[in-house]
C-alpha cells in the first residue's frame, strides 16, 4: 500500500517526509488557498521534496483551458500528477493527457460508474472521497470495495485506487482492508496512526526494568 499525505502545508510535508514512509502527496485547491502560497511555486517546492507523485489540481471547467493547464502544471517538475475533477471535460482532459503519458489524478469521484470512467480514460489514479460520501448518510468504504471488484475484473484497467477524504484511523485500516492501492491522510490522522496506549505502557515499563540492569548499549 502507498501512503501519501493530503496537505499543501510544506513544513508537514517535509516533517513526515523525513520518517521515511511518504510515497506521495495530495493537494487540491481548498488545500493551497489555506496554505497562502504561490501555487506554481509550492507544487515546485514540495515535488522537491517529496521523491514520488506530486498532485496538482486543474481549476478550468472547460476542456481546452483544462489540458492547457494540465501540460503546464505537468512541466512543473517530472513527478507532478495533474489532477481533474470526474466531469465530461476532465474525463477528456484525461485521456489527452494520458496519451502523452502525463499521470492523471482523478478527483472527486463519489460512484463505481465514475470510477469506471476514469479507469476508460487512462486515469493514473481515482480518488473516492470516503469522507464526504459518509457526511451525506452514504459508505464510503463500500465504495472502494466496489471499485477495486470492478477493476479486478478487467485486466485492462490500470488505474490505481486513492482512496481519499479520510477523516480517521479506522477509515484507514478500512481502506487497507478494502485493497485500496493509496492512502491519502491528512498530517493530523498520521500522529494518531502512531498512538496506542500499551505501546507507551509498555516501553514505560522495558525503561524502567532497563535502568535496573546499569547498562548502556552505546
Ligand atoms: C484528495 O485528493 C482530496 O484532497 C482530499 O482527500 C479531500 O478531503 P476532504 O473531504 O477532507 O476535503
Redesign the pocket.
Known sequence: MEFFV?TADINEIKRINNMGILDGV???P??VAKSNKNFKQLIKEICKVVNGPV?AEVTATKFEEMYKEGIKLSKIAKNVVV?VPLTVDGIITCKKLSKKNIGV?V?LCFSSNQAILAAKAGAKYI?P?I??LDDVGKNGVSLIEEIKKIYSNYKNFKTKI?A????STKHIEQVAIAGADVA?V?PKLLEEMFKHPLTNKGLKMFLEDWKKTKQKIL
Open positions: 493530503d495530495t493537494t487540491n481548498s488545500l498532485s489532477k489524478n478527483t480518488s472521497f469522507g464526504r486513492l481519499a477524504s479520510i477523516r491519502t491528512p
